[in-house]
């Protein structure tokens, strides 16, 4: 086993919440490499970052890359939007995490206090961005979770619970329970 969790879902699903929580518990490096990690090591800005990528795959394809790199170095929970599909032949568990629309335009207006992202059309309106570009990257699905071990309703659990059974599904694994 490569000691690899990849753990995927939309804004508001709690991607970061659980990965550092699955993290802690398993004593395992967080891998969340984004954008503003990107920035700094370029030495650019995110917004320059974020204008560049509208226009040149690069940046995204740059992101993964790192992504990846990061996970192949240890034992790691990597959390983002790609990693089930990014990891699919490296992770030893897979899971995505699901919310509603409304409920996730709710979380993401609390965490980030923006009033306009807790509108269900703008979280809408972003997935469907969001799904386009996968698409074109890389023919990624984000909306099929079929390499995904288990999806999770984050509606139905708190992050806790949710830690709780990621982990639980990784021992499962580990000791060979489950594997068919």
């Given at each position: ?26 004593g ?61 032949d ?15 335009a ?7 206090g ?10 809408k ?5 969001d ?5 074109r990257?890389?023919?990624f699905?984000n ?17 806790e ?8 599904s ?7 329970v489950?594997?068919?």
């Open positions: 086993m490569s000691g690899i969790i990849a753990i995927s879902g939309k804004s508001g699903c709690g991607n970061s919440t659980v990965t550092a929580g699955v993290a802690a518990k398993l395992f490096n967080v891998v969340n490499y984004t954008f503003k990690n990107l920035a700094v090591d370029e030495g650019r800005t995110f917004e320059e970052i974020m204008e560049l990528s509208r226009v040149e795959d690069r940046w995204d394809h740059a992101v993964d890359r790192k992504q990846v790199e990061l996970a192949r170095r240890g034992s790691s929970v990597v959390g983002s939007r790609l990693a089930i599909w990014l990891l699919k490296i992770a030893d568990l897979r899971i995505y995490l699901w919310a509603s629309p409304s409920v996730r709710e979380r993401v207006m609390r965490r980030e923006r009033v306009q992202r807790s509108d269900p059309e703008y979280t309106a972003r997935d469907e961005s799904h386009e570009r996968y698409l990257l890389y023919s699905d909306d099929d979770f079929v390499d995904a071990d288990l999806v999770i309703n984050t509606e139905r659990f708190d992050p619970s949710i830690t709780t059974i990621i982990c639980n990784y021992g499962l694994r580990q000791s060979g489950g594997i068919s």
